[in-house]
């Protein structure tokens, strides 16, 4: 039982490409969130959905965009990638009060 | 805006010692204040959690130490061992008027010697 899977694991992608980071639970968890982490930075909340077909957006959501037509899959979609958002993108359900996380996508844009 | 402020970026223990990492929040509204345990590689996982009708909260060698008037909150590791080398961050919300939304603090690389 996966829980949480990311995918691509790892992705290099050049400046001004759309790139889609996948995100699956298991679950059925209703909340799902997508965070980066940056160093000196902790994690910052780039969007999340209350559930199937509900978005918000949270600290960071510029030049990033969610979509989630099923419960179980929350993917995101940089539009046209800029080296700032070089960072590891991690997926997270909420299941009672935690938050749970998948393992990370790494992706570098250059 | 950083809400949530944690100290020191990095630590270094010698095994068997005590680790302490500080936190700071601004948001009187906060009702829960986890900790999470980052291995590298890894994404965060809950250690340990605790709500603001309470001082202190001990689950094994961790224990959350609660002060509400100066809003701060702070992690024990006692009998620190090597296995506990891992990046910490706190974390704060409001349960239910955030759906446990976290604002993170900025990290905390601990390093236990042996």
């Known amino acids: 039982d996966a829980g949480i899977t990311q995918s691509p694991r790892y992705k290099i992608t050049e400046t001004g490409r759309q790139v889609t980071l996948m995100c699956h639970q298991t679950?059925?968890?209703?909340?799902m969130f997508w965070y980066r982490q940056d160093l000196g930075h902790g994690l910052r909340l780039i969007y999340y959905?209350?559930?199937?077909?509900?978005?918000d957006k949270g600290e960071v959501p510029d030049g990033y965009v969610v979509s989630r037509s099923k419960t179980e899959n929350f993917p995101l979609t940089l539009e046209s990638a800029t080296r700032s958002q070089t960072s590891v993108y991690f997926c997270?359900?909420?299941?009672?009060?935690?938050?749970?996380f998948g393992e990370g996508s790494w992706l570098t844009v250059v | 805006q950083q809400q949530v402020k944690q100290s020191p970026q990095s630590l270094i223990v010698q095994k068997g010692g005590i680790s302490i990492i500080n936190c700071a929040y601004e948001?009187?509204?906060?009702?829960?204040f986890p900790w999470y345990q980052q291995f590298p590689g890894k994404g965060p996982a809950l250690l340990i959690a605790?709500?603001?009708?309470?001082s202190e909260k001990k689950e094994g060698r961790f224990t959350i130490s609660f002060n509400k008037s100066a809003k701060q909150f702070s992690l024990h590791i006692m009998d620190s061992q090597p296995g506990d080398s891992a990046t910490y961050f706190c974390?704060?919300?409001?349960?239910?008027?955030?759906?446990?939304?976290?604002?993170f603090g900025e990290g905390t690389q601990l390093t236990v010697n042996p």
């Open positions: 997270a359900t909420r299941g009672g009060n935690t938050i749970y």
């Open positions: 605790i709500r603001p009708d309470v």
């Open positions: 948001n009187t509204a906060f009702d829960y």
């Open positions: 679950w059925s968890h209703s909340y």
């Open positions: 974390a704060a919300s409001n349960v239910e008027t955030s759906g446990s939304r976290l604002t």
């Open positions: 959905s209350a559930a199937a077909d509900i978005t």
